[in-house]
Every structure is written in structure tokens, then in C-alpha cells.
T-cell receptor
């Protein structure tokens, strides 16, 4: 079984400032890791994913995340945010085994970019 | 990229009636689709896994008879909320993975359905 913890429910930040959204996970098996963004009343859009290889993953819209196995973390970062980045962000994991292919989501972090 | 289409996007129904939500993969085949429920300002909770040609697998605590799932083809899964009550009001989201893409491919999500039971 897997679980995901997003420590910050809300992160206010000024436009053009850097931001980090934290994600920690626990799992009894190796996992794949994902970050999704959700705009109001919409589905989820994939920002980036870690499957294997380089621990630094670059995604869309200037976001990147780093997989840290020893700390079981997958924090999302952006060096300079825009107003349009205001949304809900979800970290998710799925087990590498074939038995469970659904995603387990964290509780979400609301990123509020202020002018 | 791959697209998952979910309809309707918003529905209001009277208490006691049933509502059907459709989830279609538009340009890929999905032997497995997933149905999630999201309460306001909360995360997505997996309700069930829809398997083409076989019975759905429900998560613990989800009523099978209330949330009927049918996955009759490789591109369509439906969720029917039967005898809906106000507590069923929620945001329902489906997702699908490309069956030919391997087990680690990303899951594509529908736009979600806002269900309000009055």
C-alpha cells in the first residue's frame, strides 16, 4: 500500500518568486511518482512524472521535481511563478508492481500567486 | 496527447433519481479505467476500477449497488449513481491509461462531473 503526504495545504507566494511544494510518500514497493495540476471545476493535468533514471525531472510550464529516495520525497519547484499558476497541485504515486495501477493522491496544495 | 472525455460536466438531479456519467477515451484503448470522487477542497479518492468485459473492483466502503459501473467497450466506461441523495453530491472524475502503453504510462483524466442532488 502507498500513502502520500503533502505537508502544506496552502502556499501563498508573490508573482515571479520561487516556490516549492512538498511531497513525501511511503510505500512497501517501488513507486512511480507524479505531479498533477487541477484548475477549478476541471480534471487533472499531468505536470511531470518520475519513472526511472535521472532524479531531477522537468515538466511543463517551467516546473521541475526531484526524487529523493532516502528521504522518500518528490518536491515540486518553480523558479518564478505566474498568476496563471494559481491552482491546486496534487502529488501522486502508483506501485511499480502490476497489481495496483490506480493512483494514490496526496491531499493537495493550493498555490495562490499574488500580484 | 491522449484525451479522456467525460460527460456531463455538470448535472443537477432530484433526490431519488439516477444519474449516468460517461467516460470515453478518444484516441486510445483503455482496458482499465478508474473512477474517483473528490469532496470540496479535498483530494481524489479512488472509488472503483473499471475493467472492460468484467466486473468492476470497488474500494472498501464504496457501495456497489449504489455506484454501478459498466465498461462495455475498450473506450467507454459509465458510472451510474442510483437513487441519488444529497450526500452523493460531489465531483466525480474518471481516468484511463493506454492499454498498449505499458504499466507505467501516465493516467489521463476526464474533465470531471459536478453532481448536485437536491
Amino acid at each position: 500500500a502507498q500513502s502520500v503526504t503533502q505537508l502544506d495545504s496552502q502556499v501563498p507566494v508573490f508573482e515571479e518568486a520561487p516556490v516549492e511544494l512538498r511531497c513525501n510518500y511511503s510505500s512497501s514497493v517501488s513507486v512511480y511518482l507524479f505531479w498533477y495540476v487541477q484548475y477549478p471545476n476541471q480534471g487533472l493535468q499531468l505536470l511531470l512524472k518520475y519513472l526511472s533514471g535521472s532524479t531531477l525531472v522537468k515538466g511543463i510550464n517551467g516546473f521541475e521535481a526531484e526524487f529523493n529516495k532516502s528521504q522518500t520525497s518528490f518536491h515540486l519547484r518553480k523558479p518564478s511563478v505566474h498568476i496563471s499558476d494559481t491552482a491546486e497541485y496534487f502529488c501522486a504515486v502508483s506501485g511499480r508492481d502490476t497489481g495496483r495501477r490506480a493512483l494514490t493522491f496526496g491531499s493537495g496544495t493550493r498555490l495562490q500567486v499574488q500580484p | 496527447g491522449a484525451v479522456v472525455s467525460q460527460h456531463p460536466s455538470r448535472v443537477i438531479c432530484k433526490s431519488g433519481t439516477s444519474v449516468k456519467i460517461e467516460c470515453r477515451s478518444l484516441d486510445f484503448q483503455a482496458t482499465t479505467m478508474f473512477w474517483y470522487r473528490q469532496f470540496p477542497k479535498q483530494s481524489l479518492m479512488l472509488m472503483a476500477t473499471s475493467n472492460e468485459g468484467s466486473k468492476a473492483t470497488y474500494e472498501q466502503g464504496v457501495e456497489k449497488d449504489k455506484f454501478l459501473i459498466n465498461h462495455a467497450s475498450l473506450t467507454l466506461s459509465t458510472l451510474t449513481v442510483t437513487s441519488a441523495h444529497p450526500e452523493d453530491s460531489s465531483f466525480y472524475i474518471c481516468s484511463a491509461r493506454d492499454s498498449l502503453g505499458g504499466k507505467h504510462t501516465e493516467a489521463f483524466f476526464g474533465q470531471g462531473t459536478r453532481l448536485t442532488v437536491v
